[in-house]
Nanobody, 126 residues
């Protein structure tokens, strides 16, 4: 059983930056594809960014390309989402997710997640 704990959310002005983190425990972190999703109340959970087990491959939601960067440190069992040039539409609860599928690098579908964190709130003011 893998536990995921997010941190680093908060309030930031539009155009600002924030880095959120997700620490994993209870499993071999390097075996898991890691993904960030986000959710606004009343809307479906939305894919944001994913990173392969080794960190070699990444993929982003179009609207965050060039502004967000996903990374991971397998030695620290931690994945990060660096968010720059934030916009009010980025306001959401951000969730960390993990999936174990050897040979499958990326995770984009919320229905395919094995483990979820509890989320961290990011609020971007205009």
């Amino acid at each position: 059983q893998v536990q995921l704990e997010e941190s680093g959310g908060g309030l930031v002005q539009a155009g600002g930056s924030l880095r959120i983190s997700c620490v994993a425990s209870g499993g071999t972190f390097a075996n898991y594809t890691m993904t960030w999703f986000r959710q606004v109340p009343g809307q479906e959970r939305e894919f944001v960014a994913t990173i392969s087990q080794s960190g070699q491959w990444t993929f982003y939601l179009d609207s965050v390309k060039g502004r967000f960067t996903i990374s991971r440190d397998n030695a620290k069992s931690t994945t990060y989402l660096q968010m720059d040039n934030l916009e009010p539409d980025d306001t959401a609860v951000y969730y960390c997710a993990a999936r174990y599928r050897p040979g499958v690098a990326l995770l984009l579908n919320a229905n395919s997640v094995d483990y979820w964190g509890k989320g961290t709130l990011v609020t971007v003011s205009s």
